[in-house]
């Protein structure tokens, strides 16, 4: 039955992606993130959903009338320089099999990325999206933290099965990266039963971020509780309930959550620990002697043995800085660097130029939860390794369209302001020649002449 329900409503959506591409993007991102066929027993499981929705969007792309332009900006043209460069690094890749099925479902993410791009031009499907990312993976944030409620949190949650999110750590960071969209949706909410089931699932998906027993998740959520209090509205009400929820929450774990939360400050005799310093050092080892780095799936023995400290102990890189440094060298991890500082920036320019005008404050809010999400991934990611993570792309696509919308904006009404400079200067240039043309007409000495 569940199979059944699943096709339909991806079959369905077909007929109106092609009237309206942005549709598919909405549903590409339910199908990316909540990962609903993986959730089936039957046949639904391996069925190419996300070919579907894709063909059917580059269908609705072909006869839209609407504008298709991509915004060039410098995050477009980085983001293009990093696929390029992955490209690249494909074909020199050590492992090659692997490399190419990896950049299969790297190029597919980024190609959505771009997409994004282009049929999402507005706050109102800007909005959409945030709700359709915040009910896809807040429904396992809210999932996952009643099950640490019923459990005692003695068990770890996991994410579905064969996906980017699969394991405990990546279900961690992704949910504290959608902590901050819900947050805003919170904010900009009009109903009130609607702030409070959002406020409810806030804490209920950060009782799940700590139900996954990741160390490195427990941090970001602790920047991105910190960030939430601190952009957000009502901060002294909130954070007052942030901090009750936290007290609760630890004093709520089993004593083995706070044991393997102790090994934080004992790392050194943590061997999981000490297997990831190994990784970080092997990543640096061999973006030094590969120009290229090890290219996609780098972190597997042959390489360990030729480039890692201890080669026997071969562990994933469990960081996105040392993944990308691994497997795109430095060159990567300099484009995957400047990527990021620049999202940032163009995040403050919406935040302090969309300030200005009042119909830009929903986007505003946005943008301060947007870098709240891009900080929890930028901590978080520093200990788990999900460096090609569909979210994080999506963000920066967030950014690049509410940039868009505010430059327009700001244009708009710097181009009216001049506009009405201009004929106030004429309106007094006028009326200065008429005052003239009165006092010359009243001159006894022009009358005498």
Not at 306 to 312: R, V
């Amino acid at each position: 039955m569940r199979d059944a329900i699943i096709t339909l409503i991806v079959l369905g959506t077909v007929p109106w992606t092609i009237r309206q591409p942005y549709i598919g993007i909405m549903a590409w991102s339910w199908l990316g993130y909540m990962n609903p066929h993986r959730l089936c027993w039957s046949f639904a499981v391996n069925m190419p959903f996300a070919q579907i929705v894709a063909i059917s969007l580059l269908i609705g792309l072909l006869f839209s009338k609407e504008e298709k332009k991509l915004p060039i900006t410098r995050e477009v043209m980085i983001l293009f320089a990093f696929n390029v460069w992955m490209l690249i690094t494909t074909f020199f890749a050590y492992y090659q099999s692997l490399a190419w099925i990896e950049w299969d479902k790297v190029w597919k993410i980024q190609l959505m990325t771009f997409l994004t791009l282009l049929v999402i031009r507005d706050i109102r499907r800007l909005h959409y999206l945030v709700w359709i990312i915040c009910l896809s993976l807040g429904y396992y944030g809210i999932k996952g933290g009643i099950f640490t409620l019923l459990t005692g949190g003695n068990y770890k949650i996991w994410g579905p099965a064969g996906s980017f999110i699969g394991g405990n750590n990546e279900i961690g960071l992704a949910l504290i990266m959608t902590m901050p969209l819900m947050r805003y949706l919170q904010i900009t909410a009009r109903q009130k039963w609607l702030k409070i089931g959002l406020l409810g699932g806030i804490i209920l998906t950060s009782l799940s971020v700590v139900g996954t027993h990741s160390r490195g998740a427990l941090l970001g959520l602790m920047v991105v509780t910190f960030l939430l209090i601190v952009k957000g509205k009502n901060r002294f009400l909130f954070g007052a309930l942030a901090i009750g929820a936290g007290i609760l929450i630890y004093q709520f774990m089993p004593e083995s959550w706070h044991q393997r939360m102790g090994t934080i400050k004992t790392y050194e005799n943590d061997g999981s620990a000490m297997g990831r310093i190994n990784a970080w050092r092997f990543a640096f080892n061999l973006a030094t002697k590969r120009l290229f780095g090890g290219g996609f799936e780098a972190f597997h023995d042959e390489l360990f043995n030729l480039y890692a400290p201890i080669p026997d102990d071969v562990h994933d890189a469990h960081s996105i800085y040392f993944e990308i440094l691994g497997e795109q060298g430095f060159i990567g991890l300099a484009i995957f660097l400047l990527l990021m500082f620049f999202t940032w920036r163009s995040s403050n320019f919406c935040i302090k130029v969309g300030s200005r005008y009042p119909d830009l404050q929903r986007l505003v809010t946005l943008m301060r939860m947007t870098q709240t999400s891009i900080a929890g991934y930028a901590v978080s990611g520093a200990f788990l390794g999900l460096a090609y993570f569909d979210l994080y792309y999506h963000l920066i696509a967030i950014v690049i369209i509410a940039k868009y919308i505010v430059h327009t904006r700001h244009v708009a009404e710097t181009q009216q302001s001049v506009a009405r400079t201009a004929e106030g200067c004429l309106v007094l240039a006028a009326a200065d020649e008429a005052q003239g043309f009165v006092r010359r007409s009243l001159d006894p000495r022009r009358k005498s002449a």
